[in-house]
């Protein structure tokens, strides 16, 4: 099977142009990063009846995924640069709808895509097994946590431990921010089914939809938001999120399945 490593941030996928059988095992022993190729999950590209593409998201632990906000900026690169299209604005099907694309171009490849991330949807400050958090629909689930210093934050055992609350059936995504100046934000994640990631772009709209409701960044304005892996920009307004962001090809490859 002929894939390619991608990454947008350090968020990591394997991608593959296909619908190979078993996607969800296929997942498990292709993210595994000492006996697979290593990465965040897997990521199938195909046609769409509905849209130019469509693309199925499966993290490390096999689970299926609605959207991925840095995974879809590397679909948007993947078709441009190999040739499936020359078109520059895309329509990409997702278990969470159809998301645009518009692609920047540099010298015949892509180098950084936005993405209209479509409705956003906060909720009400709540607390869930002792942490303050503000819940936020992306088209998948999110928990915003504020926090003094994301650096510090206890996300491995806190992230992990609110991923499997009840309050969320189906796990939740899990964010840590903290202020930095004015729209300017950081923030770190714990991703259900995959743990710690080095960014992770539908939790980075969540962040800056939050922020905008606690006040801490203002509505319409490109909020940066400072991840592990990079910085991405998010403009959030009248409840839609725009998310601009790198893509990268890290290598290709076969592998036997």
């Known amino acids: 099977m002929k894939f390619t490593k991608m990454e947008g941030l350090g968020n990591d996928y394997i991608y593959v142009y296909g619908a190979p059988k078993d ?3 296929l997942s498990v022993k292709l993210s595994d990063r000492h006996f697979g190729i290593g990465g965040d999950g897997l990521v199938l590209i195909s046609l769409s009846d509905v849209a130019d593409f469509k693309m199925r998201i499966f993290n490390a632990d096999g689970s299926e995924a609605k959207m991925c906000g840095n995974g879809i900026r590397c679909v948007g690169k993947f078709v441009y640069d190999k040739g ?3 078109k520059t604005e895309l329509a990409v099907e997702t278990l969470s709808g159809i998301k645009y694309l518009k692609l ?3 010298d015949g490849k892509v180098e950084s895509v936005a993405v209209d991330m479509g409705r956003v949807e906060v909720g009400e400050e709540e607390t869930v097994d002792g942490v303050t ?6 088209g998948n689930p999110h928990a915003v946590t504020f926090v003094e210093d994301a650096d510090k934050a206890p996300v491995d055992t806190v992230g992990r431990r609110i991923e499997k609350n009840p309050r969320f059936p189906g796990g939740v995504n899990v964010e840590f921010v903290s202020a930095e100046g004015k729209n300017r934000l950081r923030m770190r994640v714990w991703e259900r089914g995959s743990g710690i ?4 772009g539908t939790g980075t709209c969540a962040s800056v939809a ?13 909020v940066e938001v400072r991840l592990d892996g990079g910085v991405l920009k998010v403009k959030y307004e ?3 999120a725009l998310m601009t962001g790198p893509a990268r090809t890290v290598f290709e490859g076969e592998i036997q399945c």
Do not use: H
Not at 133 to 138: A, F, G, N, R, Y
Not at 210 to 222: I, N, P, S
């Open 84 to 86: 499936y299209t020359k």
């Open 238 to 240: 009248a409840g839609k």
């Open 133 to 138: 958090l503000i819940p936020v629909d992306v």
């Open 197 to 200: 990631t080095m960014a992770c």
């Open 210 to 222: 939050a922020a905008v409701k606690r006040g801490l960044c203002d509505e319409g304005a490109e």
């Open 104 to 106: 920047f171009v540099v």
């Open 23 to 25: 996607p969800e095992a």
